[in-house]
Each structure stands twice: as structure tokens, then as C-alpha cells.
């Protein structure tokens, strides 16, 4: 029997004001919130009026964390505490939360003595346990004296009251590399409450990192699985609770936040085996790529091979790349991908449990019915079985010969500025695609961050650091397909001859390729003759080259990877970007 | 006499493709540039025409900085390292272009030995020499083992070459709290460059910090002027040649861009005493805040005590508070504001030197000549030499007995997300203002930043931290003027009762400050029954209370300052602005 847990989420997470956030997290489908203290404080309704409110939308209030700075304090500090605490309790009570935080004390009051705080904690759980309530004790990682989990639950037992645990939260423990597996060692009716939050490893100060850039489950770098199935095992059977501080996501719809939040908790919780869903599916490759409106895909070698029984799309392929045409919708973006999986039906019961949105298709007679969902950038994820769905073109017996194109290598999504951390999660969860490293670079009108996720098929996802301003072009995101050859220079030739528009790359480029490179000069000669470029890893090479502007935000590339390398060729985007916009500006 | 210093700026500060910068550049008066070696890859223009198209724009290029982890390393690197600075030595001769930078090495083949280091400096230096350039080796803070000015120093002497000397760079330097005393002792002609970089006191990671928070000299935490004062003192007189990778500037307008860095530059002349202008004027209050559109000022208990002679500006007065009231432009929003100063034509003159757009105005026969200027938010910013102005408007000899208000506290301007830091630098090199400590706190809708600047008058500069996106409400960036009184409650209570549009403040807010203040019942329930908001500091304490929204983005605060409280009661921001929220969506 998989234990049914609730989910919950902190206020602190969403954007808007407390309603806002509430409705959210209930449309969402959380079972509960954590309610932040600067969320009661400046909303008009009074703590029992935010009670109904919150019964109303079939939302519990978990976590209330109004005290900071508690225990192991002198007396008259201890006075104050109590005043205050006693003054939350009547907050609680008419909130109807059982459980308050109390966070290990940062405050230069706080004295360094484990009975001290055991005592003062012990008599802060007599007067809590007097009204019915409960203190979970957690270490922040910055804790003046106390800063590790199990530092926390030494004084939690030393302290001995029934009214008094642990709170573990993920961020504290694992930013500090500190083991999970110790949590096994505390009884699971003392951890009275479990807060998650995975984020990215930054070098950086741990509270800043902490209060800027947590990320939910699955986003980051952090095992939350493990550190999760610790806790389980420990016998904890409270809410998973969200509590993650984010600069993006504090300003973000927060209707579609709390849907990304709960995706994050799905896909935990089918991590740990405790969700009756699809296993993720194994992507074989691309089916096809749509895009919309007519990019001129013959002078790249491509033959027109099928027209759609029913509606307005053609087929043009090469080799084993297979692109859409749809003459309906906003030209020039690709509107779709085709991912070929072994069991489309359970990818796409997947894809619903995981709350991706779904799209209505409809299919004609005779024609196979396609499962569609949406990414979060809009692009249409058609789940495909083999090539089903090629009995839906007729075939016009156009063949021409090619120019040396194989396959698609990848298909590259530029993310809108809120999205990034949500694609990736998306497409971790939904399809199964594990996310390489981050990266960052400097594009000609900003920083960009991106990263690939791959398994079956590979994408890029990339998005710019900061929100692009009035001064960004005005086509700031092109989208791409990259398709495969197997030697790129010659390619490169036969696509130029054809009449390709290609990316003109500046001989600066060669003469510094020659600078830093062991090449052959006759080679860097080759590659500068075609515009190609060129980058390398430590399993091997990768040429590339690119086709100017292709529609309002499509262009392609064309790749030819040598032994094991694995990127993009990153290092030569900003080249790409100041060529495609002199293009522009040119034209 | 006053050494003439010229100025430059690296391509790295700025947005856009070469031609975009250096055309930014020129046009903001710098003498030159440092190349960025990206800039260069992505020019379609080989390095000769570059240097043409930078003679074009009287700009020399003073620095190129190609190469990297050149020295201290085994001899097969070595041989690789020297045989791409040849290459690198190739485009200097084309780009005209005298001085390479080395920065000290990060590669796991560096060496701990300065005599290697020495060694293979004076082989790249004689390199160098036997084509006219020359080498500026820098310590990076992150450097492997050289990672401070004075060992790159005895590196350089020990290599004991002409064509060798030192980069100083003040972020590496300040960043690690370098003594930049020991400058003095460097010879002025060893010193090769010099680069300017000024930033926040951050706890990170000093790489990141280095990559993304630099900021423009005065706009930051560092002293640049001790710093540079040092530089000079030890003979250096080479350009002042800025150097900051900011993620927000990497991003804005260009041109803008570089005059606010050419802004900083010129500020940091004028501390030196190197910048023939007038000193910063003295402010001696505010003259007057001047607002678009009609709010009701009548309500708040000003009269309309003048009528401009000739332009559709009314006068209201209250104490000392003086407001205009402009029926001409945008309405509803703070127009323009008047500062009181003891020499407008001095101030004048230093504004225009210090790149602060003028403002044409038109004056009546026998009205006074009033100097206005652009701030960076668009505010206009006009310098009165005492109450000369009032003598444009004809007296209505309305009075009404007034609500207790006795002059303007502050006032708060909402900055655009790329102006915060231009602002800050504005504010403090053309009109003299001290900027406090920057504050950052979670609004409703995403978090904020802010500080103070002040001197004479005070302001308050916030902006988002990130860029507002579509889930923003519309009117995102509400400005305000607070007025000072000398009792908030009973102010509160007579404006109420003049029929004012008060914001009101939830229980929630008065049953926490109970809780965790030691103040009186019967004080917390007379702020509680007039909404009137408390905050103290460790010299005094600040009551304040707020108008609903009163024009498009304008409202206004009531505030009472008791002992030397010197904040702005920045904590209760939020209930503030959630109350405002509500209150407009309520409407």
C-alpha cells in the first residue's frame, strides 16, 4: 500500500497578494499551505476569516512560522519570547494551525548552550501543548550555533516534550552536504514537519543562495529523492511541503507557478514509487518537427513526400528528417515536435497525472490518433507510436537527391524569462529527458542561460538571465532545428550551391580558431571557406553552421558531431547571434 | 595644473553588436576602448577596418585582452601559448593597438614558481617588444597562486623588462580588501593600465560577484577615489578605462549606458580635484514637488494660496510644504521637484559637465530663470536659489487652517529596472546626495530594491529587482511625496475627518506589533484606530500613515519623525503596498 501523502505549499513562494496565492495553490491541487507571517500581516481579513477562506478552497493551513530568534537567550529575552509566542498561539488558534516553526536562532543574544535551548524550547512546548499546539524545531544552515539537522534533533530530545520536533527542510540539509541518511536515526513521530526545496549548486553565500534562488524538486541539483526516502523510511507521514524562495517566481503567474510546483511534487513522489503512473517513456527520436508556415526547405535538400489526407501540412523529408509544413497558425515558429516512444497511451496518462495540458486534436477517418500536449512555451508535444502517423500523407513521389542532411540532432526552444526552470521540469518529468549542466554566456544584448535535456531525443532550452528590456531586438528568441550529415564542409558546399541561405560567419573567427587550435591550417581553411564552426570536447569534435533567418523566429543548423562529443557548440552562439542580427539589420 | 586624464571604456560594459558600443561610446565623449576579444570573433570587419571605423569615431583602442593562463607553465604549454600570442600579436599590429593584458593564470598547468612566472613574462615581453607592444600583467582576485597587485608586481619586477609592467584593476584589489597604499611604491611607468570597476559589498563567491555585480565607479560600496588617488600618486597617467560586467548594463540601451559610466568617470575626476567645475551644490531643502494633474490637495488641508503668470500651474502650500500643480502633461504623476540650493548657475554649470540632460524652459517677462534637468526616471529636476520662484505666481490669499502638515520629508520615485544604479550615481555626482545602504524586502508582486539619498533633502530610489513580466498589475510603480507633521495621529484623525482617502491597515498588522513591541496598549490602539504605521531604529522612532492612490501612480504620506530615526519605514512597505492593491482592485 503506497502511503497516500498530503501536499502542501508556503505562501512565500507565489507572487500576488494572499488570496491570490491561496487560489492558486487550491486550483493547483494542493491539499494545504504554509502560511508566512508577512502574508497574515497585510491582508484586511482577520486570522479566523482566512480559516474559512482557506476550508473554502479545500485548503488546511500546515505550518505557521512567526517566531524567529527563540531559544538559549537570557531571561528577559526568554520574557519576550514567551509574550510574543503566547500572542501567536492566539493567531494559531484562530487559524486553526496546529504546527509553528521555529527556526534555530541566528541573533546575537542567543547563548551557546544545548541544555539552555532544550530547556527554553521544552517550555515553549508546555504552553504550546496547553493550547493543543506543536513547535518543530529546524536548523537553518546559517544558524548561529545551531546549523545541522542533527544538531536540532539532539536538542529536541534532550528537551523531551511531546509537543516538540524537528522540522527538516532539504535546502538546509543538502546545501551543506550533510548526510540524509541520519534522519533514519529519528523516530518518524518526531518529525513533526518536512519542507522541500531543490536548487542549483552556486558558489555563493548559503543564505543568499537560500533566499534567491531555491528551486522546487526537480529543477535543480539537489537528490531530493533520496534525502525524501530517508524521511519516509523514518516513518514521517506529514504533508511534502514546498518552501521555496525564488527572485522569478515571486514575480510569476502564480496560477501557473503553483501548477509547476505541484508537477515538482507529482514527479517526486513517482521517483519514490509512491504514484500509480507511467513509467517515463523512452523517446526512440524525433517522429517529426512542424513548423508553421513555409521556411524554403528545397534548397536545403528537402523533397515535399506527403500531403496531409485532411488538413493543410505537407511532409518534407530527408534522409531520416522528417519536417511539417502547416500553412495554418503564426508563420515562421516551430509549432511542434514529434517525439517517437514506444507506448503513446501511457505517455500520454503520464503527461495528464504530471498536469501537462493537454491539447484537443481531431483526427480524420482512417487517421491515427495523435496524443498532443502542451510544453510551457506553447510548442505542441505530439507523442508518437513509430511512424503511425505517416499513413495520415499521401505520398507524392517527389524524391530529390539531397544534400547530405541524415536526421534531426536536436531542436533548440528559446524559453520566455519566467519559464526556464519550468521547462525543465517539464520535460525531466513529463518525458523522461535528463537535463545536462547550465550554462551561461554573454549574447550580444544580454547574458543567456541554457541547457540541454536529452534521452531518445535531445533539446536545448535557453532563456535570457534578465527579461529583455525595450532596448533587445525586436526578434529576441529564434527558435532552431539542427539537423545531422556526416561531414558538414562538404554540406555546407552542396547547400550553398543550392542556393541556401547560410550564416556568413567573419574570418576574425578562423584567424583566432588558428590562434587557439592545433587544427591543420588546410582544414581551419575548409571550415572558413564555408562558414562552418567548429568546437570540441574531450570525446570529440563538432562542426556546425547555420541558415540565416528562416521565418519571423526559425532558423536551422546543420551538425556534424566526430567521436563522443556531446554539447552544442555554446561557445559559438554569440558569433551566431551577432551574425543572424547583422543579417537582420542589414536587410 | 591638473593632469588631463583620458578616458575609456571596455566593450564587455555595454550592450549590442562592436558597432552599437563604439558608437555609444564616442557619442558619450570617451577618448577610447578595450577591445573584448568576443566583440572582435563576431565583427564581420577584419581587425584593420576596426581600427579604422574606431579612428572614425575619435576613439584609440587602448587595450586587447586575447590571451589567457600564459605563464608559470610547463614547457609544451608554453610553446603553445607563445605561438597564439603571435597570432594575438598580429591582430594588435592591424588594430593599432599597443598594450596586451595578461591576466594572471586559473589553469590546473600553472606552476607555483614566480621565477617561472618572471621568466616566461620577459620571453612573451620581448616578444612584444620586437614589435613596439607591450605587456600588463594582472593579478586576478581568483588567480591560482598570483591573486594580489603586489605579487603580480615583484613578478614584473623580477622580470625586470621594458615592455613588462602591471595592470591595476580596483575590483580585484578592493574585492579582497587589498591595502591600496602599497600602489605608491610601484613606478608610474610600470603601472601599464589602469581599470576602474566599483561594486556592492556582496557575500559571494568573488568570481561571480567580479562577473555579474560590478557597477560604475560611485555607484558601489568601494572608496575608487582613495584608490585612484593612489594610482596617480605613484606617476600613473594613462587612461582611467572602466571595466564592469553588470548583468542589468549587458542588457540596456548603450548609449545610455555610456553616459552614465562617462558620468562616473567624470565624478571620480571631480573627487580627485582633477575636473574644473563647481562643487556639489549644499541643498537646503526642498523648494517645492510639483504634480501632474489635478490629486485633491484641498482634502489633505492645502490651500491654493498662487496661480502661475503664465503657465497653468497652481500653488498649494501647507507649512513649509509647497506642491505645484501642473494641468499640463501625463497626469497624475510626480512632474517635477525643486531643490533649494545657494547657487542654481554654479549647480547648472556642474550638472552639464556632469552629463545631466538640460531642460529647455520658457520664462515670462520678469519671471525667475529657473534651471531644470532631467533625472534618470525622467523627473524634472529644477535648482531654485531660495524662494525667488514664488514671485511667478500671483498670491490668492486663500488659507485654509490646515491638517497639521508642516513641510516634504521625502520623496519616493520608483526608478525603471535598468536605472536604480544610474539614479543612485545621478543623484549623488550632480546634486551632491549621500546614497545610504541598499535595502532589499518581498512586495506583493516580486522582490524590491531600495535606498535612500540624501543631503539637504531626501529622496528614496526603489526599483524591482527583476524586470516586471505580464502578471505585474499595470500600475506597478507608484511614486509618492511624504510630508512631515509633528503628530501622525492627531494628523491622521483631522485629515480623516476633512474627508482624505486614507489607506486602511489590516488588525493583522497592530495585533503583531502588540506582540513583538513593548509599546502601550493604548499607543497601539490609537495607531490601529487611525492606520497609522510604526517602525523605531536604535535613534528614534517613525509613525507614518498613507493616501489611497491619488492620480495614475501618485500618493502621499503623512510621516511623523520622533528622536533621530533616519529610515523610511522601508519594513511596512509591503502592507502598505498590498493595501494599495487591494484597494484598487477593489474599485
Not at 534578465?466 to 558538414?488: E, K, L, M, Y
Request: charged share 25%; glycine share 10%; with cysteine.
Amino acid at each position: 500500500m503506497l502511503p497516500d501523502l498530503r501536499t502542501a505549499i508556503a505562501t512565500v513562494c507565489l507572487s500576488g497578494t494572499l488570496d491570490d496565492k491561496l487560489a492558486a495553490a487550491a486550483a493547483a491541487g494542493f491539499d494545504g499551505v504554509e502560511l508566512f507571517e508577512n502574508d497574515l500581516l497585510a491582508d484586511r481579513r482577520g486570522p479566523a476569516e482566512i480559516r474559512e477562506r482557506c476550508a473554502g478552497l479545500g485548503l488546511t493551513i500546515d505550518l505557521y512560522q512567526p517566531l524567529r530568534d527563540f531559544e538559549a537567550v537570557p531571561p528577559d529575552v526568554l520574557a519576550r519570547n514567551l509574550r510574543r509566542a503566547e500572542h501567536k498561539f492566539d493567531v494559531m488558534a484562530e487559524l486553526g494551525v496546529q504546527t509553528v516553526l521555529v527556526c534555530s536562532s541566528v541573533s546575537p543574544d542567543a547563548i551557546n548552550d544545548d541544555d539552555l535551548a532544550a530547556e527554553q524550547l521544552h517550555l515553549l512546548a508546555s504552553r504550546a501543548a496547553e493550547r493543543g499546539l506543536r513547535i518543530a524545531y529546524e536548523a537553518l544552515a546559517w544558524g548561529r550555533f545551531v546549523n545541522g539537522y542533527e544538531h536540532a534533533w539532539r536538542i529536541v530530545r534532550r528537551a523531551g516534550h511531546p509537543a516538540l520536533g524537528v522540522c527538516l527542510d532539504s535546502f538546509h540539509i543538502l546545501s551543506k552536504e550533510d548526510d540524509p541518511r541520519a534522519i533514519r536515526a529519528i523516530p518518524g513521530e518526531k518529525i513533526f514537519f518536512l519542507q522541500l526545496a531543490d536548487a542549483p549548486v552556486l558558489p555563493m553565500d548559503v543564505l543568499q543562495w537560500s533566499r534567491h534562488h531555491r528551486l522546487f524538486p526537480g529543477q535543480g541539483d539537489f537528490d531530493l529523492t533520496t534525502f525524501t526516502r530517508n524521511v519516509l523510511d523514518a516513518g514521517y507521514r506529514g504533508p511534502l511541503s514546498l518552501e521555496v524562495f525564488n527572485d522569478v517566481f515571486r514575480q510569476a503567474d502564480p496560477y501557473r507557478a503553483a501548477v509547476d510546483a505541484r508537477r515538482s511534487l507529482l514527479a517526486l513522489q513517482d521517483s519514490l514509487g509512491l504514484l500509480d503512473v507511467p513509467a517515463a517513456p523512452r523517446a526512440t527520436g524525433y517522429a517529426f518537427a512542424e513548423l508553421v508556415g513555409g521556411p524554403d526547405l528545397a534548397s536545403l535538400g528537402f523533397s515535399r513526400t506527403g500531403v496531409h489526407r485532411s488538413k493543410p501540412v505537407e511532409l518534407w523529408t530527408q534522409g531520416d528528417a522528417r519536417v511539417l509544413v502547416n500553412a495554418e497558425g503564426e508563420p515562421g515558429e516551430i509549432g511542434a515536435l514529434g517525439i517517437a516512444v514506444p507506448d503513446p497511451a501511457a505517455a500520454a496518462q503520464r503527461a495528464k497525472v504530471l498536469l501537462a495540458p493537454p491539447l484537443s486534436r481531431t483526427a480524420g477517418p482512417g487517421e491515427a490518433p495523435l496524443t498532443a500536449i502542451a510544453a510551457p512555451d506553447g510548442t505542441h508535444v505530439f507523442l508518437c507510436a513509430d511512424d503511425d502517423w505517416l499513413g495520415d500523407f499521401v505520398p507524392t513521389g517527389e524524391s530529390a537527391p539531397g544534400a547530405g542532411i541524415t536526421g534531426i540532432d536536436h531542436v533548440a526552444l528559446t524559453q520566455p524569462f519566467d519559464n526556464f526552470d519550468e521547462a525543465t521540469l517539464f520535460y525531466r518529468s513529463v518525458l523522461g529527458l535528463e537535463p545536462g549542466a547550465t550554462a551561461e554566456f554573454a549574447a550580444p544584448f544580454g547574458l543567456v542561460r541554457g541547457r540541454g535535456v536529452s534521452g531518445g531525443v535531445r533539446l536545448t532550452l535557453d532563456a535570457a538571465l534578465v527579461r529583455r528590456g525595450g532596448w533587445a531586438p525586436a526578434v529576441p528568441s529564434p527558435q532552431h532545428i539542427a539537423f545531422t550529415c556526416t561531414d558538414a564542409v562538404s554540406c555546407a558546399e552542396a547547400l550553398r550551391q543550392s542556393g541556401a541561405r547560410l550564416v556568413e560567419i567573419p574570418g576574425n573567427y578562423y584567424d583566432d580558431l588558428a590562434a587557439r587550435t592545433d587544427l591543420p591550417a588546410e582544414r581551419v581553411a575548409a571550415l572558413r571557406a564555408r562558414s562552418v564552426l567548429y568546437d570540441r570536447d574531450e570525446h570529440g569534435e563538432y562542426l556546425h553552421f547555420y541558415t540565416e533567418l528562416a521565418g519571423a523566429r526559425v532558423f536551422f543548423e546543420v551538425v556534424q558531431r566526430i567521436g563522443g562529443y556531446s554539447g552544442f557548440g555554446v561557445v559559438n552562439a554569440p558569433v551566431r547571434m551577432a551574425a543572424h542580427h547583422e543579417a537582420r539589420r542589414g536587410r
